[in-house]
């Protein structure tokens, strides 16, 4: 019997986007329960925390009842995976239990993963176990923490199974709050069948959701491409600000409205390391931490294709033309985003000439140097209130960084200003505690292996607050012993 909950669903895509998915029905599980329960989350949907929060809610998140007003879902979509098309995608794990209004009247998905097969599982059991789910509930509201656009985790739950993988695993249910799930995948997904039809509606749809500003410009669907590049720009530069390593840029894990989605491999660098790639699979650094942008770029282009025949319906060359121009911007707009942010985490009052100069001579100062990138910005906070001997101790060699230093420095004081004050301003903006590698592991061996969820409430405890200096949470500052080798990761299923 479905219940009764306050959730008052609106579900536009299964009313107006006929053609896109299909109706589907969650498997039943034995005995869920709710690991974590997301309230600030809740809240903020609108919807009564107590309420979901109790055997009923739990009863929802593990999709054993559905609340009156969804309309579970599968969305279709393809997708570029390492480079290679794959034509038949689709949530082959997930359901679309339909969208609600929240309290800043923005429409949110809301969306079980691991909730049963699905006539797109192609060779997938539908499933999801305890670590990946506890990951992505785990580093997704981190991102959030840090400011940083992602999907948000309202749950997680068991379900009381176990789940054939490379060992048995216990079974569990993620639900998934997202501003949509559209992706650049959905869009190939009608390209790749010459649908131009559907493009249309796709394109309106997320034009009226995500962009409502575009809906009466003559040129909208040029404008929407630009638009997706500006979220795209200013995402992959908050990420690499960070330090974060998706992993999986494949086009169909990447979104229109702009939000970080799909925590399989991710990690986060401790040295700074262009090259440095965490994914087992991704043997060709495809998708190293440094070649992100340039990623972002290549998928771009891939939405711009399934844009063509909208741009300019008579005359394709030119629209090819008018795309071609604007891709060609995104490596100039990324660095502009991306100096926006190295501007803040370095303090620096301009963005003329000299401050570009010290951006980039801060990274030839620490190439090669075993620089823990998270804990430099706080230690040139330090050195900013005049204490450098953090800072210089984070160096292989502290020569390479002095001379930088005296500049920044001089920088930093010119025209009088008050260097305390622009410490603390870095201080709001550089994070001491991040997703460190080791630790997610801990936490999620702890509750995979053993059902304890403490050590992952203690860290998402701590990944909430990811700024503010704790002296009892030391150990959640520090990197891997480096005696504890490369971090690799295993595409979550
Ligand atoms: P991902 O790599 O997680 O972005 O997923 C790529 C595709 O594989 C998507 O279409 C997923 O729905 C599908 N998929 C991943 N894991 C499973 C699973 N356990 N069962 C069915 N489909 C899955
Ligand atoms: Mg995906």
């Given at each position: 019997m479905p219940f009764e909950t306050p959730i008052s669903f609106e579900n536009i895509y299964a009313l107006q986007m006929e053609g896109f998915y299909v109706p589907w029905e969650s498997a039943k599980v034995p005995s869920p329960r709710i690991i974590q329960f997301n309230e600030d989350l809740a809240k903020e949907l609108g919807l009564n925390e107590n309420d979901l929060n109790s055997e009923l809610g739990t009863e929802f998140f593990a999709g054993n009842e559905m609340p009156i007003g969804s309309s579970p879902l599968a969305q279709v979509y393809a997708g570029h995976q390492f480079g290679g098309f794959s034509p038949q995608l689709g949530d082959g794990r997930a359901l679309l239990v339909g969208e609600v209004i929240d309290q800043n009247n923005q429409r949110r998905d809301i969306q079980l993963k691991g909730s049963g097969p699905t006539p797109f599982s192609r060779r997938g059991d539908g499933k999801a176990v305890v670590a990946p789910v506890l990951r992505e509930y785990l580093i997704g509201e981190a991102m959030h923490a840090l400011g940083i656009p992602s999907t948000r985790a309202l749950a997680a739950v068991t379900t009381g199974e176990q789940i054939v993988r490379e060992e048995l695993e216990p079974g569990a249910i993620l639900t998934r709050v997202a501003s949509s799930h559209i992706r650049v995948?959905?869009?190939?997904?009608?390209?790749?069948?010459?649908?131009?039809?559907?493009?249309?509606?796709?394109?309106?749809?997320?034009?009226?959701?995500?962009?409502?500003?575009?809906?009466?410009?003559p040129e909208k669907y040029l404008e929407l491409l630009k638009a997706v590049m500006r979220k795209q720009a200013a995402l992959i530069s908050n990420w690499v600000a960070v330090g974060f390593v998706h992993g999986v840029m494949n086009t169909d894990n990447m979104t229109i409205s702009g939000e970080t989605i799909d925590y399989g491999p991710c990690a986060f660098i401790d040295d700074y390391n262009p090259q440095a790639v965490f994914s087992s699979i991704d043997e060709q650094a495809r998708y190293a931490f440094g070649n992100q942008p340039n990623i972002a770029q290549w998928n771009l282009a891939r939405f711009a294709e399934t844009l063509i025949p909208l741009i300019d319906p008579k005359d394709s060359d030119n629209a090819i033309k008018l795309a071609t121009d604007e891709l060609n911007q995104f490596p100039h707009l990324y660095q502009q985003y991306w100096l926006e942010e190295m501007q803040a985490k370095l303090g620096l009052l301009a963005l003329e000439d000299s401050e570009v100069d010290l951006i980039n001579g801060l990274y030839q100062a620490i190439e090669g140097q075993g620089v823990d990138y998270t804990k430099l910005f706080r230690r040139l906070a330090d050195a900013a209130r005049g204490d450098d001997e953090g800072l210089l101790g984070?160096?292989?060699?502290?020569?390479?960084?002095?001379?930088?230093?005296?500049?920044?420095?001089?920088?930093?004081?010119?025209?009088?200003?008050?260097?305390?004050?622009?410490?603390?301003?870095?201080?709001?903006?550089?994070?001491?505690?991040?997703?460190?590698?080791?630790?997610?592991?801990?936490?999620?061996?702890?509750?995979?292996?053993?059902?304890?969820?403490?050590?992952?409430?203690?860290?998402?405890?701590?990944?909430?607050?990811?700024?503010?200096?704790?002296?009892?949470?030391?150990?959640?500052?520090?990197?891997?012993?480096?005696?504890?080798?490369?971090?690799?990761?295993?595409?979550?299923?």
């Open positions: 995948g959905t869009f190939q997904f009608f390209a790749a069948r010459g649908d131009t039809e559907k493009i249309q509606k796709l394109a309106d749809y997320s034009i009226t959701r995500h962009y409502k500003e575009l809906e009466d410009y984070l160096f292989n060699d502290s020569s390479s960084i002095e001379t930088w230093l005296k500049n920044w420095l001089e920088q930093l004081s010119s025209n009088g200003n008050n260097l305390e004050k622009i410490a603390d301003k870095m201080d709001s903006v550089n994070p001491i505690y991040i997703p460190r590698n080791h630790l997610v592991e801990q936490a999620l061996q702890a509750a995979s292996k053993h059902a304890d969820y403490e050590p992952f409430k203690k860290f998402l405890s701590v990944l909430m607050h990811p700024y503010e200096k704790h002296d009892d949470l030391q150990a959640y500052e520090e990197p891997a012993s480096k005696e504890s080798g490369p971090y690799v990761t295993f595409c979550g299923t």
